[in-house]
Nanobody, 113 residues
Framework: VQLQASGGGLVQPGGSLRLSCAAS????????MAWYRQAPGKQRELVAT???????NYAGSVKGRFTISRDDAKNTVYLQMNSLKPEDTAVYYC????????WGQGTLVTVSS
């Protein structure tokens, strides 16, 4: 199993980033997929989920700013992040939601002026 997140970087407050996560070794289309994040010194937290049918849910802190989507043909899940805030700074990971697979290395998002 491989979960390869990419697209992170340094962005100013109010900016946008689009994260991608390519999955291999799993039956991607059968899984509810999710994005998680871990800020420095904090526990990993759930950011957003998307079901096989495309239903989405978001943490209150990102609702209205982040959008999760998926492309089952590419085994890839995306996270569009708009209106970024310094408190969004974290390493972002993708994984399944109901049954976790081994974590990938994640992608670092830094929001700073």
């Amino acid at each position: 199993v491989q979960l390869q997140a990419s697209g992170g970087g340094l962005v100013q407050p109010g900016g946008s980033l689009r994260l991608s996560c390519a999955a291999s070794g799993i039956i991607f289309s059968a899984n509810v997929m999710a994005w998680y994040r871990q800020a420095p010194g904090k526990q990993r937290e759930l950011v957003a989920t998307i079901s096989s049918s495309g239903s989405t849910n978001y943490a209150g802190s990102v609702k209205g700013r982040f959008t999760i989507s998926r492309d089952d043909a590419k085994n890839t899940v995306y996270l569009q992040m708009n209106s970024l805030k310094p408190e969004d700074t974290a390493v972002y990971y993708c994984n399944a939601f109901i049954r976790l697979f081994p974590w990938g290395q994640g992608t670092l998002v830094t929001v700073s002026s």
